[in-house]
Nanobody, 123 residues
Framework: EVQLVESGGGLVQPGGSLLLSCAASGFTFSNYGMSWVRQAPGKGLEWVSDINSGSGSRSYADSVKGRFTIFRDNAKNTLYLQMNSLKPEDPAVYYC????????????????WGKGTLATVSS
C-alpha cells in the first residue's frame, strides 16, 4: 500500500523558515518523480514544485521560486521542501504527491497524495 506522510508544518513568523518532510512507503521511492502541492484556506489547489526520481531536474511555481527548495533522499525514502522567507500568502496545507513515472508533469500525472501538513505564517 502506497503511503505518503507529511510532517514539519507549524506556525512561523513572516520571513521565517520551515522544513517539510514526506515519508514514503509501499513503492520504490527512487523510481518516481514527486511533487509538493498546497491549498490555502478557502482556495483551490496550487502546484508548488516537482522533482524527478534522480534529483537531476526540479521545477518551481513562480510564486515560490528562489525561496523554496525541493530535494529528496532516496536512501531514506523521504521528500523535503525547504521553505525560506515565508510570506503571508504562503500559509496552506502542503501535500506531497507521487507521480506515475520517473519524471513529472507533463510526462506523467500524479497518482497518490498524502494527507497534508499545515504551515501557518503569522506575526
Amino acid at each position: 500500500e502506497v503511503q505518503l506522510v507529511e510532517s514539519g508544518g507549524g506556525l512561523v513568523q513572516p520571513g521565517g523558515s520551515l522544513l517539510l518532510s514526506c515519508a514514503a512507503s509501499g513503492f520504490t521511492f527512487s523510481n518516481y518523480g514527486m511533487s509538493w502541492v498546497r491549498q490555502a484556506p478557502g482556495k483551490g489547489l496550487e502546484w508548488v514544485s516537482d522533482i524527478n526520481s534522480g534529483s537531476g531536474s526540479r521545477s518551481y511555481a513562480d510564486s515560490v521560486k528562489g525561496r523554496f527548495t525541493i530535494f529528496r533522499d532516496n536512501a531514506k525514502n523521504t521528500l523535503y521542501l525547504q521553505m525560506n522567507s515565508l510570506k503571508p500568502e504562503d500559509p496552506a496545507v502542503y501535500y506531497c504527491a507521487k507521480y506515475q513515472g520517473a519524471s513529472y508533469f507533463p510526462d506523467y500525472g500524479m497518482d497518490y497524495w498524502g494527507k497534508g501538513t499545515l504551515a501557518t505564517v503569522s506575526s
